[in-house]
């Protein structure tokens, strides 16, 4: 990363004004700030050591200044460590787009930090909308994706106490393209996956009268979420490689048939589609 220098610039009459250098350098990153009984505005700016021969930088050093102002310097000087990081991510960082179908459920998240969520919520049983968004990373990235399939509670049963009771089933699918329209990401066996929710374990559940969840044939297996699972630290290798699953199988409809597939982009879930409810799916886009 290149090495940044600060400065903290007195917004008075005759003082050079750091949005000269903002116009003229794009990159540049200010931070207004104040002084809390003068009241004096401040800017902070960052830019590249490069450029810290071009004259009038209006640059103050900390002794320079008064002893109240030292502990604002400490709280700009916070700011420019966050800004220099978002700086340089930003500088690397590229844009991709995003098409995803789950029945009925997703997040998605990048590095840890979420991107896109379904905009029909799980409480909705029939929901086969798909997204389309874009998102920026700088690669290699990891790609996490929560999906769950419909259930009123943890018997994992659907239109339950109705003649339509009984087991859900899910599906998924989504491809990643970058700016260019480059094939980037698809789902595929490739990704690693985990089953946090299993119901019922018994499929006999679904013939009861009063089912209830934990009891006989409505037993249920849940698995905490892993702490960072959608990280580039977290260990995976325990997980299991997506399953893949035919169209015939999920039948997957509605949204699904608004977007234009890559063909090599594959419906995934886990092995079981009507029993494994919440899945947690990821994948490393180098």
């Known amino acids: 990363m290149q090495p940044y220098l600060y400065a903290l610039i007195p917004m008075r009459k005759n003082a050079c004004s750091p949005a000269v250098f903002c116009h003229v350098f794009p990159p540049f990153i200010v931070v207004n700030s104040q002084r809390n009984k003068t009241q004096i505005p401040y800017?902070?700016?960052?830019?590249?050591?490069?450029?810290?021969?071009?004259?009038?930088?209006?640059?103050?050093?900390?002794?320079?200044?008064?002893p109240k102002t030292r502990k604002l310097i400490m709280h700009l000087k916070l700011a420019l460590l966050t800004a220099?990081?978002?700086?340089?991510?930003?500088?690397?960082?590229?844009?991709?787009?995003a098409d995803v179908w789950v029945?009925?459920?997703?997040?998605?998240?990048?590095?840890?930090?979420?991107?896109?969520?379904?905009?029909?919520p799980i409480t909705t049983e029939r929901s086969f909308n798909a997204e389309s968004?874009?998102?920026?990373?700088?690669?290699?990235?990891?790609?996490g994706l929560t999906m769950k399939d419909f259930k009123e509670n943890d018997t994992g049963l659907e239109y339950i106490g109705t003649r339509r009771q009984q087991m859900g089933d899910g599906g998924a699918i989504a491809q990643i393209h970058d700016a260019d329209g480059g094939l980037v990401a698809v789902t595929d066996s490739e990704w690693q996956c985990l089953v946090i929710h299993k119901a019922?374990?018994?499929?006999?559940c679904a013939d009861e009268s009063d089912p209830v969840a934990g009891e006989g044939a409505c037993a249920f297996e849940i698995t905490e979420e892993p702490e960072g699972w959608d990280t580039a630290d977290f260990d995976a290798s325990g997980w299991t490689?997506?399953?893949?699953?035919?169209?015939?199988?999920?039948?997957?409809?509605?949204?699904y048939d608004q977007i234009d597939w890559d063909p090599s982009a594959k419906l995934i879930w886990g092995p079981d589609l009507k029993t494994d409810n919440t899945i947690l799916c990821r994948l490393t886009v180098e």
């Open 241 to 255: 490689a997506a399953t893949e699953h035919s169209a015939r199988e999920v039948s997957p409809k509605e949204g």
């Open 200 to 204: 019922p374990l018994d499929p006999a």
């Open 43 to 66: 800017k902070f700016v960052i830019f590249p050591s490069a450029l810290s021969k071009v004259g009038g930088l209006c640059m103050e050093s900390d002794e320079a200044l008064r």
């Open 133 to 143: 968004f874009t998102f920026e990373a700088e690669r290699p990235f990891v790609i």
């Open 103 to 120: 029945d009925n459920w997703f997040s998605m998240s990048v590095d840890g930090v979420q991107v896109a969520e379904d905009s029909v």
């Open 84 to 97: 220099c990081t978002a700086l340089a991510s930003a500088a690397h960082a590229d844009t991709f787009a």
